[in-house]
Structures are given as C-alpha cells and as structure tokens.
C-alpha cells in the first residue's frame, strides 16, 4: 500500500516550520557533501603539483562529477513536476544517482554523499521502491571503499549500512508521527465542526421550544380567559331586560374581548412549530411521511377532523416525528404507518412499523449501545401533561407500535350552554 506522500524535501514551499528546516538542512547538508570531494581534490592536485610527486585522482572530473550533481539535485527541488509526480521524482532519482556514481567512481570521499540519497528515495518512493533504493545505494558507497581503499575493514561495511538503517528509522518514524499528527488534526477539526452544529442545533431547540411554551401559555391563559369573558359576556346580555342602557356596552365589550380572542389565536398560530404553519394538523402529518428518507410511509386519517388546540397539534406532530425518526434510525423496516383519528371523546395518533422491533421493558431501542434513549419518555410525558396516554407495543422481530391518545376539549358551545 503506497505511502501518504508529506513532500517535506523537494517541494518548494514546506506546510510547516519543522519541514522547512528539514529540507534546508538537507540541502546544506548536500552541499557540504559535494564541496568535500572536489576541495580535496583540487588540494591534492595542488600539493602533488608543488612537491613533484604522483597524483592519481583526476580533480577536473571530480570538480565536474560535483557541480553535475549539484545541479541535477537543484532542478529537482525547483521543479514542481518532481513533487507532484512519482514517475517524475522516480526520474529524477535516477539522474541524480548516475551523477553521484560518477562522482564515486572517481573519488572515494563521494560515498558520503550516500546520505541524504536515503532520505530522497525514502521521501520519494513508496516503501517497496524506496528500500531496495536505499540499499543499492548502501551496497555502490561499499563498493567504492574497496575499490579506492587498500585495506579493508569492518568500518567500511558497517558504515554506509548503519546511515541506510538510521536513514530508514527517522524517515519511516516521521511519516508516522506526521500521519497521526494529521489524524489528530481532522479529528478536532471534526469535533469542532460538530460542536458548532450541535450549538446550533441547541439554539434551533431552545427556539421552537420557547415557541411552543409561549404559544400554550397565550392559549392556556390569555385565549381561555377572552373565550370566557365573551362567554359571560353574551350570558349578561341575554339575562338584560329589552331596551337596557348596558346592552350596547355589553355588546361592545364583547365584541372586544372577541376580536381579542382572534388576536390571541393568531398570536399562537404564529408561534406553532414550522411544520403547522402551511395548514392542518393532517397536513403536515402527511408532509412528514412524504419527506421520510428511510422506510416507505404511509398516512392516513380517519373520522372527522376538528380543530385542536395548538398544544394538542404541537404534542401529536412532535410524538409522530420522534416516533418517526425511531423507526428511520434503529428499527430497519421497509414500511411504516402514520394513522390520525378523531373519535367523540378522543384524537389518537398511532405510529406503526415492520421493523425488528424491541424490548420495551429493556428501556430503549434493539440495537442500540450505551444508555437508554430519552425518546420515549419525552413521548409519554408530551401526553401525560395534557391528559392523555401514551402506550408502547413491540417485541423482537415483529415490529414496533406507538400510540398516543388526547382527550377532546369541550365544544365552545357545550361551555356555553353550561353558562
């Protein structure tokens, strides 16, 4: 499996500090490298020359073999194509070490220059090209201390195959530090993101909810108290006696408390969740089962619908997504039913899935890991707090059905009659 390419060496800008100065000290390195055989050649020459004795190396082609070198390793590290293609720097490799055999060829001191050739091919190549690299190199920088040495000894192996070896450790140990680095760096990148959508998911909750406390308390008090008011309103103005004084003030203050009421009911309409904003309570319900993205959902309504108060909307649209979302996240099932009924006394809500189904007495949902989920509970407490009941049926293997039942308000005119 090729290796995450990190470009520390030939690229000509580093992604961090540490790779910068890695890389110029490669080439510093290099240089001084380089610099080492054709200066001492050149002061060979030189002494041989003022002392008339025999000189051998042939400082010329050292000097050249040097300045070769040098040259092919700087248009490597200028050239973008070395560090966006491994064909390239594969190429380029090659190049540079045909220059450097020449070099070795005609001066021993050329086999230092055997190092930071290891690093390249180990930066440069996967690991299966990169290690045979590396030891042909180690393997060429022996040959050339027996060939230009008289002697031979144990250093002269152990040498170039201990750098090949600490070449190997510091690179391969690098590219892994780098790699988890950059594991570690996309995971608080990721958690950084997700906290930022959980704050606003937190603030979009806190939103609705505070909507929907407003739009219950307008309802519970302020709609209630103008609906009875009108209501003894209009009881007054009956019990007048015909051409009263106080009948066209009675009949102004109930038209008053009337448009009020309207007023109200407007105010909680505005403040109901997004879903009831479009229509009906069996509006959105249908909505939601066409916008399912898991199991095919089917509504249906039964009896005669009639309008609800909002907390009884909001409880019964927000039982019908939670139980939704269930079904689309643990239950893996193919179909599911959304069913709303309205009977004399009563409007239930059933939500029924062919799923795997669960435990109910286990606290949570089959497959789930970690600690029971708060669905359900939120669920039978959204219905215990307006009267209702709330029930669970399933078992392993057969499906879950959740079923939400809330008692009808009395008619307005049934409150009438009573004042």
Same mark, same amino acid.
């Given at each position: 499996?090729?290796?995450? @390419?990190?470009?520390?060496?030939?690229?000509?800008?580093?992604p961090?500090p540490?790779? #910068?100065?890695?890389?110029l000290?490669?080439?510093?390195l290099l240089?001084?490298? !380089? *610099?080492?055989?054709?200066?001492? %050649?050149?002061?060979?020459?030189?002494?041989?020359?003022a002392?008339?004795?025999?000189?051998?190396?042939?400082?010329?082609?050292?000097?050249?073999?040097?300045?070769?070198m040098? %040259?092919v390793?700087?248009?490597?590290?200028?050239?973008?194509?070395?560090a966006?293609?491994?064909?390239?720097?594969?190429?380029?490799?090659?190049? !540079? *070490?045909?220059?450097?055999?020449?070099?070795l060829?005609?001066s021993?001191?050329?086999?230092?220059?055997?190092?930071?050739?290891?690093?390249?091919?180990l930066?440069?190549?996967?690991?299966?090209?990169a290690?045979p690299?590396v030891?042909?190199t180690?393997?060429?920088?022996?040959g050339?201390?027996?060939?230009?040495?008289? @002697?031979?000894?144990?250093?002269?192996? &152990?040498?170039?195959?201990?750098?090949?070896?600490?070449?190997?450790?510091?690179?391969?140990g690098?590219?892994?530090?780098y790699?988890?680095?950059?594991?570690?760096?996309?995971?608080?990148?990721?958690?950084? *993101?997700t #906290?930022?959508?959980?704050a606003?998911?937190?603030r979009t909750?806190?939103?609705? *909810?505070?909507?929907?406390?407003?739009a219950r308390?307008?309802?519970?008090?302020?709609?209630?108290?103008?609906?009875s &008011?009108?209501?003894?309103?209009r009881?007054?103005?009956?019990?007048?006696p015909?051409?009263?004084?106080?009948a066209?003030h009675i009949?102004?203050?109930?038209?008053?408390?009337?448009?009020?009421?309207?007023?109200?009911?407007?105010?909680? @309409?505005?403040? =109901?969740p997004?879903?009831?904003e479009?229509?009906?309570?069996?509006g959105?319900l249908?909505?939601?089962?066409?916008?399912?993205?898991g199991? @095919?959902?089917?509504?249906?309504?039964?009896?005669?619908?009639?309008?609800?108060?909002?907390?009884?909307?909001?409880?019964?649209?927000r039982?019908a997504?939670?139980?939704?979302?269930n $079904?689309?996240?643990?239950?893996?099932?193919?179909?599911?039913? &959304?069913?709303?009924?309205?009977?004399?006394?009563?409007v239930?809500?059933?939500?029924?899935?062919?799923?795997?189904?669960?435990?109910?007495?286990a606290?949570?949902?089959a497959?789930?890991?970690g600690?029971?989920?708060?669905g359900?509970?939120?669920m039978?407490?959204?219905a215990?707090?307006?009267?209702?009941?709330? $029930?669970?049926e =399933?078992?392993?293997?057969?499906?879950?059905?959740?079923? &939400?039942?809330l008692?009808?308000p009395?008619?307005?005119?049934?409150?009438?009659?009573?004042?």
């Amino acid at each position: 499996m090729p290796r995450t @390419r990190t470009n520390v060496l030939p690229t000509a800008t580093a992604p961090v500090p540490v790779a #910068r100065t890695l890389r110029l000290c490669l080439h510093a390195l290099l240089a001084g490298l !380089l *610099a080492l055989p054709a200066v001492k %050649a050149l002061t060979g020459a030189a002494t041989a020359h003022a002392t008339h004795a025999p000189h051998t190396t042939h400082p010329a082609g050292v000097v050249a073999a040097a300045l070769l070198m040098a %040259a092919v390793y700087t248009a490597g590290t200028l050239s973008p194509a070395v560090a966006a293609s491994r064909r390239v720097a594969a190429w380029w490799l090659a190049a !540079l *070490a045909a220059a450097w055999l020449v070099l070795l060829a005609l001066s021993p001191d050329g086999l230092w220059a055997a190092f930071p050739l290891y690093f390249l091919q180990l930066h440069l190549l996967p690991v299966r090209w990169a290690l045979p690299a590396v030891l042909s190199t180690a393997a060429a920088a022996i040959g050339s201390f027996l060939v230009h040495s008289s @002697r031979v000894t144990p250093g002269s192996f &152990i040498g170039p195959l201990l750098g090949a070896a600490v070449a190997v450790v510091t690179v391969l140990g690098y590219e892994a530090l780098y790699r988890e680095s950059e594991r570690r760096r996309e995971l608080i990148d990721e958690l950084m *993101a997700t #906290r930022a959508e959980l704050a606003a998911a937190e603030r979009t909750a806190g939103t609705l *909810a505070e909507r929907e406390r407003l739009a219950r308390e307008i309802h519970d008090t302020l709609a209630q108290g103008l609906s009875s &008011i009108q209501l003894l309103l209009r009881a007054a103005q009956r019990a007048l006696p015909d051409g009263s004084a106080a009948a066209p003030h009675i009949e102004r203050a109930r038209a008053a408390a009337q448009d009020n009421l309207a007023e109200a009911r407007r105010f909680v @309409r505005a403040l =109901s969740p997004p879903g009831l904003e479009r229509g009906s309570l069996a509006g959105a319900l249908e909505r939601l089962s066409a916008s399912s993205t898991g199991p @095919r959902v089917r509504f249906s309504l039964s009896g005669t619908p009639t309008e609800l108060p909002t907390p009884y909307e909001v409880a019964l649209l927000r039982v019908a997504q939670s139980a939704l979302a269930n $079904t689309v996240r643990h239950a893996e099932a193919a179909r599911a039913e &959304i069913t709303l009924t309205f009977m004399d006394a009563s409007v239930t809500l059933d939500v029924v899935d062919d799923g795997r189904g669960f435990d109910p007495a286990a606290g949570g949902t089959a497959g789930r890991t970690g600690s029971p989920g708060f669905g359900l509970p939120a669920m039978r407490a959204r219905a215990e707090s307006l009267g209702g009941t709330f $029930t669970v049926e =399933s078992t392993p293997g057969q499906g879950t059905a959740v079923a &939400i039942s809330l008692p009808l308000p009395l008619p307005a005119r049934s409150e009438e009659a009573a004042a």
